[in-house]
């Protein structure tokens, strides 16, 4: 499932490219010092045949993506109205009493004693 969703947000060429920079980064580094070799790699100037493939792959890979045009959904043409009617009958529900005496407790019956 991961392979397929890294293909699917194309991983697979951010790897082939990291592929071919580290190729080229080591071809570089046997004929020229590593600041030198890691600006010729980098630079874009002097693509391997590797990186040329990687761009032409991503070329024809955007390409066939926007061949697929999306349509407007347009849905029904004429208008449905929808009604639900209310309930018959609606329960009676009394709201609680406010008053002190309704938060007040009486005390336990016996009151308790101490053993």
Request: hydrophobic letters at 45%; proline letters at 11%; zero cysteines.
């Given at each position: 499932m991961a392979?397929?969703?890294a293909l699917?947000?194309?991983l697979h060429w951010a790897f082939l490219q990291s592929l071919?920079?580290?190729t080229m980064l080591v071809d570089n580094l046997?004929?020229?010092s590593f600041s030198?070799?890691?600006?010729?790699?980098f630079d874009g100037k002097h693509p391997c045949a590797f990186c040329k493939a990687v761009a032409e792959g991503k070329k024809s890979e955007k390409k066939?993506?926007?061949?697929?045009q999306i349509k407007k959904f347009e849905g029904l043409s004429v208008a449905v109205a929808i009604?639900?009617?209310?309930?018959?009958l609606f329960p009676k529900i009394e709201a609680p009493?406010?008053?002190?005496?309704?938060f007040s407790h009486p005390p336990p019956v016996p009151p308790p004693r101490a053993a």
């Open positions: 392979v397929v969703l699917s947000i194309g071919a920079w580290t046997a004929t020229s030198t070799a890691l600006q010729r790699t066939t993506a926007t061949l697929f009604s639900v009617p209310p309930p018959a009493s406010t008053s002190p005496e309704a």
